[in-house]
């Protein structure tokens, strides 16, 4: 059974077809100190002296690598293996002469960090080692090989996805079962890491901010860390929350409304406000189809929101999830000049994408919900179990 990185190999290939782009040229060193993205899709290990990875549209495979990783390489199953002593231009260029492409695809882009591996000095060295010859006229950006190879996910992929999700919600499950008025943001956040720890996993992003648990209207709403503000009855404590799992992850946001003394049911203000949240949501996944672009996915649902009266939020109302939480590509998020060419960027079956609109209610805290999702052919699936209902704990 072929191995996922020999099974993204395949589809790069197909993608070079559809780009039109005969040769893509991953060209990389000491990738511990500073790695290509792109060697996670490709590769799945670090190298060390100057390397390079060939991949064309008509299905070669190499690999030009220092002689001490020959046997690293090949141990990957998917490349026919050169190694050199004295430098990789004199193999490289041998390469490049035979197979005399017209397009040459190289890591760097304006917009999606993902595909943006090939460093200025690794570029400079590859237009010296190209110099006298008409390939450095042939270089294009890889981005957008990239770009499809990372969101364009496999079944394999979005199973890993799926399993990351459900390790989410029986943590989250777990999470509420201990919550209780008097525990600080910091408590909270140190039970989830410890059942994380304890599955011998990862969080989907930096420890320090992973969870996010917000309690109550003072609390900094973002990627920050828990303080030590306490969760008090009669306030919303926000949750985000991810999990790295098999190399995939998850990204998933929830509200929970601790009640006060005498109420059985959250404040009309902040259901309201809830609920205008969870129909962002819908009205985002309705929009979610193949073709639809980011920023019109965006407008639905930022309309919702304010046109229930609440000011707009101010990110995206959605991102790919993949390898990483923010996996690159294209956001649904409105043309601001921050996110560059990315909402202009066409949705398609095989995204699995965030959907997170959020809002504030006064005296109460922050309502962010934040589902994952996956684009079929037919429109979204919902991988997390979405939250219809907020969910109500007695101190």
């Not at 008097?182 to 969870?211: H, I, N, S």
Request: contains cysteine; aromatic residues 8%.
């Amino acid at each position: 059974m072929p191995t996922l990185i020999q099974e993204k190999i395949t589809q790069a290939t197909e993608i070079l077809e559809e780009k039109a782009i005969d040769l893509w040229l991953t060209f990389v060193r000491e990738t511990p100190a500073a790695g290509d993205p792109a060697l996670d899709l490709i590769y799945g290990l670090d190298l060390t002296w100057q390397s390079a990875l060939i991949l064309t549209r008509s299905g070669e495979r190499l690999a030009i690598v220092g002689r001490f990783e020959k046997e690293a390489a090949r141990s990957v199953g998917a490349y026919e293996v050169t190694g050199y002593d004295e430098g990789v231009s004199g193999p490289l260029l041998e390469a490049l002469k035979r197979l005399n492409p017209e397009k040459i695809a190289v890591n760097h882009s304006t917009d999606d960090v993902l595909s943006d591996g090939l460093s200025h000095g690794m570029y400079l060295l590859l237009m010296r080692y190209l110099e006298g010859t008409t390939f450095a006229d042939r270089l294009v950006p890889a981005e957008p090989v990239i770009t499809a190879l990372r969101t364009r996910k496999i079944s394999a992929e979005v199973e890993r996805i799926r399993q990351a999700i459900r390790t989410t919600e029986e943590i989250y499950e777990q999470t509420f079962e201990f919550l209780k008025a008097g525990l600080t943001e910091r408590q909270v956040a140190d039970f989830m890491q410890e059942k994380v720890d304890r599955l011998g996993l990862e969080t989907a992003w930096e420890r320090a901010a992973c969870p996010t648990v917000n309690a109550g209207p003072e609390s900094p709403i973002g990627h920050v860390g828990p303080t030590e503000l306490q969760v008090k009855p009669g306030q919303i404590v926000h949750f985000d929350f991810g999990v790295r799992q098999g190399g995939f992850c998850s990204d998933i946001q929830r509200v929970v409304y601790m009640l006060g003394p005498g109420q059985e049911a959250a404040p009309p203000g902040v259901q309201r406000g809830f609920e205008t949240v969870v129909q962002a949501i819908e009205a985002a996944a309705a929009a979610l189809k193949p073709g639809a672009f980011g920023m019109d996915v965006d407008r639905v649902a930022r309309k919702v929101v304010t046109a229930a009266g609440y000011p707009e939020y101010k990110y995206a109302t959605g991102h790919h999830l993949g390898r990483l939480a923010h996996d690159g590509g294209g956001v649904l998020g409105p043309a601001w000049e921050r996110y560059g060419q990315t909402p202009f960027m066409p949705v398609e079956v095989g995204h699995v994408y965030t959907l997170e609109p959020g809002l504030f209610v006064p005296d109460f805290g922050y309502i962010g919900i934040e589902e994952d999702v996956l684009v079929t052919s037919k429109g979204v699936e919902f991988l997390s179990t979405p939250q219809k209902e907020i969910i109500t704990l007695r101190t």
